[in-house]
């Protein structure tokens, strides 16, 4: 399983390289708001501490969690850049289609 912030921290990094390749192409995107569904299964962990983790589950793989409680979730993401000034803007994207890109 994959722990939630590792999805999002992937997400970011995707989202990082995209506007890496826009820089100084012709076309570039205004980055609107970036939604996220996934079916995540929570545990707490034992000990003082008693932490909670969020892991995404596989698709199709609802029953091996039958055990566990599962929710589906969706985070809106409103992605911003901040410049060496610490001001905040809409990100841009641009770059080639990938296969099988929707």
């Not at 989202?15 to 980055?31: H, K, M, N, W, Y």
């Not at 996934?38 to 008693?50: K, L, M, Y």
Request: hydrophobic share 35%; net charge negative.
């Amino acid at each position: 399983m994959l722990e939630l912030t590792e999805m999002i921290r992937e997400l970011r990094r995707e989202l990082i390289e995209a506007t890496a390749d826009g820089s100084g192409q012709p076309v570039r995107f205004e980055l609107g708001p970036v939604e996220i569904e996934a079916t995540v299964a929570v545990s707490r962990e034992a000990g003082g501490s008693g932490k909670v983790r969020f892991w995404v589950v596989e698709a199709g793989a609802d029953g091996k969690y039958g055990q566990a409680a599962t929710q589906r979730i969706t985070l809106t993401l409103h992605p911003k850049t901040i410049s060496a000034d610490g001001t905040t803007q809409t990100a841009l994207i641009g770059g080639n289609r990938v296969p099988g890109e929707r």
